[in-house]
């Protein structure tokens, strides 16, 4: 439920006095700080950026701290970002744990720039700034809470196909394939880590796809189990003489029903015995 805890692990890093600091707080401080210290040092700026040359000679930082690049120029929606990151971050967060929430954040942070080195190989390519990253956290928050009303009241869902496919479109246009390999590398990331918890409202074609994947139960043939078969004795006169002395002294009904049953069955047998 939006709004409401739901995971047991949702525990906070610290504590400041009597408020607790979660990571997605944590996250937002991380950031504000490294924009802060771009207003002072702007040459630093060169050090923290991806740079697929400089990453495969050596500066494997740069694949992660490609996302605390936030020039001056762009504090005003910085400070956005910032606003919607805890805003959904939070709620994705208080949703599926503190664990699994630093694991979504890792693996949005890291997968681009892996898939960039890769790029790199053959182009050289770059990247800095955490919009694409935070812009999968809220895709992550549309997963979960899709039907949540958001601007002019549309729906969460509508509100992240829309953005999404409008970034698609300016990164098409501007023929900008890696940006636009690591947008849906983010979109898909995000959805399927979040789908494949068991989150969010039933999708008929993705629980397909999960059935098929799953190896099938293997049947085992299990004999059928025949009924026992009651062996009557073959003297028949043995199997009633207790019977009919019972009879003799305390009458006919002093027999209780199963010796009523055997009586009946001896004197079948008998009467097929005669000619």
Request: with cysteine; hydrophobic share 50%; charged share 15%.
């Amino acid at each position: 439920m939006y709004g409401v805890t739901t995971s047991d692990d949702y525990q906070p890093v610290t504590w400041v006095g009597r408020y607790p600091v979660h990571v997605t707080t944590l996250l937002v401080a991380l950031h504000s700080v490294a924009a802060v210290f771009a207003c002072f040092v702007p040459s630093f700026f060169n050090a923290l950026m991806f740079d697929s040359a400089a990453v495969l000679n050596g500066a494997v930082w740069q694949i992660a701290t490609y996302a605390f690049v936030h020039p001056p120029s762009g504090l005003l929606w910085f400070a956005i970002e910032m606003y919607m990151l805890f805003m959904f971050g939070q709620e994705v967060e208080r949703y599926i744990g503190r664990r699994a929430f630093i694991t979504l954040y890792l693996l949005l942070l890291l997968a681009p720039t892996l898939l960039l080195t890769l790029w790199g190989l053959s182009e050289r390519t770059g990247l800095a700034g955490s919009s694409g990253l935070h812009f999968a956290v809220f895709v992550a928050f549309a997963t979960i809470f899709p039907r949540v009303e958001m601007f002019l009241r549309i729906l969460a869902k509508w509100v992240a196909l829309v953005l999404g496919a409008i970034l698609t479109l300016q990164l098409f246009a501007a023929r900008a394939w890696p940006e636009l390999a690591v947008l849906w590398l983010s979109i898909g990331g995000a959805f399927l880590f979040i789908r494949l918890r068991g989150i969010g409202p039933e999708l008929e074609w993705l629980t397909a796809l999960k059935d098929k994947l799953q190896p099938k139960p293997k049947f085992k043939v299990v004999p059928r189990s025949s009924p026992r078969r009651v062996v009557e004795p073959e003297n028949v006169y043995e199997s009633i003489d207790p019977l009919l002395e019972k009879i003799s002294k305390s009458g006919i009904n002093s027999l209780t029903a199963n010796e009523r049953r055997a009586l009946d069955r001896a004197r079948n047998q008998l009467l097929k015995k005669s000619p």
